[in-house]
């Protein structure tokens, strides 16, 4: 079967760094999506990998290793407005998203 | 309009009733998605469309039904509500089906009595 793990909860420290893993086991891999949502919102995008490495877009920084099916998002310098659910999503071999139930991060004065 | 619309934002509806979830995008995305979530798990794709005049099962597809008549519209219909259905429901919509990030609606909440 398809699975996509993240860890359910994470709390960090305004201003500190914080990285959020996810591994995945899928039919196939065409990209790894990281979104965020904030509680009773709609999800937003955030990255896309598709090829190994690191992808930085300011604050954030997605990572992948297709060999070992494993991703993080780095989320440096946080801010209270980063407190919100961060969902993993993978594209399968039928370019269909699998997401994962999503990270709750609370972030503390 | 901008963006992905639904509606309605919630509704609470008695066991066995009809009902029709709105979708109207006006990003002219080819591709539009269903999917429900509930606490603890991941966003489920109920039903979705390549493309106008296309529909295809998703993941948990059965008790819904859906449309793509026009670009723009993807309306979801409960042909008989059951209460394992209340959850939220969100639309989305991307360039295409491959790999392009997918707008989210904000969503309808929706609880079955």
């Known amino acids: 079967g398809q699975n996509i793990d993240q860890p359910t909860e994470m709390t960090a420290t305004e201003g500190a760094i914080v990285q959020i893993n996810c591994t995945y086991q899928?039919?196939?891999?065409?990209?790894l999506f990281w979104y965020q949502q904030h509680a009773g919102e709609a999800p937003t995008f955030l990255s896309y990998?598709?090829l190994d490495g690191l992808e930085e877009k300011g604050r954030f920084s997605s990572f992948l290793s297709r060999s070992k099916g494993y991703s993080y998002l780095l989320l440096k310098e946080l801010q209270m407005k980063d407190s919100a659910s961060y969902l993993c999503?993978?594209?399968?071999?039928?370019?269909?998203?699998?997401w994962g139930a999503g990270t709750k991060l609370i972030i503390k004065p | 309009i901008a963006g992905i619309t639904q509606a309605p934002t919630s509704q609470i509806l008695a066991a066995g009733r009809r009902m029709t979830l709105r979708c109207t995008q006006d990003?002219?995305?080819?591709?539009m998605y269903w999917y429900r979530q509930d606490l603890g798990l991941g966003l489920r794709l109920i039903h979705y469309s390549n493309t106008a005049g296309t529909t295809g099962k998703g993941e948990v597809p059965d008790g819904y039904s859906v449309s793509r008549a026009n670009t723009d519209d993807f309306p979801l219909t409960l042909a008989s509500a059951v209460p394992s259905q209340t959850s939220v429901y969100f639309c989305?919509?991307?360039?295409?089906?491959?790999?392009?990030?997918?707008?989210f609606g904000d969503g309808t909440r929706l609880s079955i009595l």
């Open positions: 990003m002219r995305h080819n591709a």
């Open positions: 989305a919509s991307s360039k295409d089906g491959s790999n392009q990030p997918q707008h």
């Open positions: 990998n598709v």
């Open positions: 999503a993978v594209t399968d071999s039928n370019y269909q998203l699998i």
């Open positions: 899928t039919s196939g891999f065409n990209g």
